[in-house]
């Protein structure tokens, strides 16, 4: 089946089948959440971005395998609240941006600056810090070596824009100057992305909207 990545909480997850890597995408909790579950084809480990909300509908579809990390996209309580749960049963490594990890109540093992790696296997992420959502918020781009840069935002940036900054001039020019300069300016339009909440899109299709979230401030 042909993936779409439209999914909805309490429904199936919708797989997207790479050549080296399977992400999994899952819909969970009350705000309507997106959780990722990455699998690397050579080695089957696996990676959870945002342990959102629904710690048995995450642990299912973990499965016996477990993970060996988990990476949170940004601060904000309805991304982590399964955390705990899936770290204490997989006692999976922690990952987030190292300036919002106090506001994460789970310790993180390991803090993230921009361009740091991480990997799911023998596949590389490229972490990238977007200031502007929050402090430390990262996006994680995948560099498919067979195909297009997947990149997965968190709630940095959506079908139709940035993410929320709370109508503050300053966190907006900050978020759009880093999703211009660290996504939109070094991957191509093919880019999927994968966001903390909603439906996907890709670079191409929000390319021609940046002057237009400029103007409008949000």
């Known amino acids: ?3 779409s990545g439209a999914v ?11 050549q080296n890597l399977m992400i999994s995408k899952v819909a969970v909790g009350p705000m309507n959440n997106n959780a990722y579950l990455l699998r690397c084809r050579a080695t089957d480990e696996q990676l959870l971005i945002d342990a959102a909300n629904d710690a ?19 601060q904000h ?18 990952y987030a941006g190292r300036e919002d990890a106090d506001g994460i109540p789970v310790p ?9 790696t991480v990997l799911v296997g023998n596949v590389r992420l490229t972490a990238r810090h977007l200031v502007g959502h929050t402090p430390g918020s990262v996006a994680l781009v995948y560099d498919d070596p067979h195909g297009h840069p997947h990149v997965f935002t968190g709630d940095c940036l959506f079908p139709g824009g940035v993410g929320n900054t709370h109508k503050d001039p300053k966190a907006f020019a900050s978020l759009l100057h880093d999703v211009e300069t ?37």
Do not use: C
Not at 8 to 18: I, R
Not at 56 to 74: A, E, K, P
Not at 184 to 210: M, Q, S
């Open 77 to 94: 309580g309805d991304h982590w609240q399964a955390l705990a749960d899936v770290v204490a049963a997989t006692r999976a490594r922690t």
């Open 1 to 3: 089946m042909t993936y």
């Open 8 to 18: 909805k909480v309490g429904g199936p997850a919708d797989v997207h089948e790479l």
């Open 56 to 74: 048995s509908t995450l642990l299912t579809l973990i499965g016996d395998d477990g993970i060996t990390s988990v990476v949170t996209t940004h």
């Open 182 to 218: 660290r996504i939109f300016d070094v991957l191509p339009d093919e880019t999927w992305v994968y966001p903390g909440h909603g439906n996907d899109t890709t670079l191409g299709a929000e390319r021609p909207h940046l002057s237009e979230w400029r103007a409008r401030g949000w």
């Open 108 to 116: 993180t093992d390991v803090l993230l600056e921009d361009g740091d």
